[in-house]
């Protein structure tokens, strides 16, 4: 009998003991997280923590490169010529008779081998380029000149709508990055655009050099295996006062063989 009891006591400690150590087991798990069920809940969190950090950027359209048909940039003023610092910049003057833009005499630019001819005002200066000719006005320290460029390059292919237009944004950003790119601003884009009796696109653009805001406008066509663009520009304050001007010099560019 006594051995009986023994054996059940003994049983009886061996599964408090069994059952103490599958506690102590479970606890130590709890703790340590050792959990597989735990892990694998934890990852896809810290997963998605990682890729909200990660900025967002809307996609961008991009204009296909034409690699064999790229415009040089257009021959344009000097840098100090563009840049007025606010020591030389002033103030705003009241137009004096000299300014009268109606007394403009024209001269016709006679030099073919550019491939093109135009009028251009003939008290401007000349600013030579290889494939752009350009004037500028003559102007006081401190004022911002117009300007006025006519460019033609030759391509390898007769030039299709698209890559008119991509030739075209090329040309508009050599423009862009003289001014100020906080400041600058496109106009509407106009597909429908006249120039030397094609269709082409023209767009205008607002900007700043220094003090003084400049509009501009520019416009192109492709006639035969060449593209040609016209830019004009001055200071706001003149540009309505010689639209006359420019609308004259746009109208006048003409092939020449």
């Known amino acids: 009998m006594t051995e009986a009891m023994g054996k059940r006591r003994g049983g009886i400690l061996v599964k408090k003991l069994i059952g103490l150590l599958t506690a102590c087991a479970l606890a130590l798990c709890a703790l340590t997280g050792c959990s597989g069920g735990g892990q694998d809940a934890a990852e896809p969190a810290e997963t998605a923590a990682i890729a909200t950090e990660e900025p967002t950027q809307m996609p961008q359209e991009e204009l296909p490169v034409v690699e064999d048909v790229l415009l040089e940039q257009p021959t344009v003023a000097p840098a100090e010529a563009l840049i007025v610092s606010n020591a030389t910049a002033q103030p705003a003057q009241t137009p004096q008779p000299a300014n009268d833009f109606s007394t403009y005499t024209f001269a016709r630019l006679s030099d073919t081998s550019f491939g093109f001819t135009f ?3 003939a008290q401007w200066t000349n600013l030579p380029g290889r494939y752009t000719v350009c004037y500028r006005e003559p102007v006081e320290e401190g004022d ?7 460019t033609r390059k030759a391509t390898a292919h007769t030039p299709n709508s698209r890559t008119l237009l991509q030739q075209f944004y090329n040309y ?11 400041t600058f601003e496109y106009g509407e884009l106009n597909s ?3 120039f030397m009796g094609e269709t082409g696109y023209s767009i ?3 900007a700043y050099s220094g003090d ?19 830019h004009f520009c001055a200071s706001y304050d003149d540009y309505q006062a010689m639209s006359s001007i420019m609308t004259r010099m746009r109208d006048s560019v003409a092939v020449v063989e």
């Open 212 to 230: 003084i805001e400049v509009e501009g406008y520019m416009v192109c066509c492709a006639i035969g295996r060449a593209i040609y663009v016209f």
């Open 119 to 121: 009028e251009y005002p």
């Open 172 to 182: 508009a950003e050599q423009i862009r990055v003289q001014y100020d790119s906080s």
């Open 144 to 150: 911002f000149p117009a300007r006025v460029a006519v």
């Open 192 to 194: 429908e655009a006249s």
């Open 204 to 206: 205008t653009y607002l």
